[in-house]
């Protein structure tokens, strides 16, 4: 079965940079929608920035003109560059299809913004 692996969180200040990746172990990349979802302490997880097969990007309001989605099908990998972070940008983020298909949750990663 496929699996989708995130990496690249950590902590930073309010105003950084951070890129996060999602490895996935087959190749699928290329032939699915494929997006970056995250869950706050206490929130429900929510779809945040998604890329088509296509190519096409979408963005939740609260992250436009901050992250960029990208992906590059030989290495099979989805990436999220995330700029002018915030703390309410403090969360788990993990990847998955568009729309998610439960089974393939990863253990996502950990993304903190604080002073």
């Known amino acids: 079965q496929v699996q989708l692996v995130e990496s690249g969180g950590g902590s930073v200040q309010p105003g950084g940079s951070l890129r996060l990746s999602c490895a996935a172990s087959?190749?699928?990349?290329?032939?699915?929608?494929m997006g970056w979802y995250r869950q706050a302490p206490g929130k429900q997880r929510e779809l945040v920035a998604a890329?088509?097969?296509?190519?096409?990007?979408n963005y939740v309001d609260s992250v436009k003109g901050r992250f960029t989605v990208s992906r590059d099908n030989a290495k099979n990998t989805v990436y999220l560059q995330m700029n002018s972070l915030k703390p309410e940008d403090t969360a788990v983020y993990y990847c998955?299809?568009?729309?998610?298909?439960?089974?393939?949750w990863g253990q996502g990663t950990q993304v903190t913004v604080s002073s």
């Open positions: 998955n299809f568009v729309p998610f298909r439960g089974d393939y």
């Open positions: 890329i088509t097969s296509g190519g096409k990007q």
């Open positions: 087959g190749s699928i990349v290329s032939l699915n929608h």
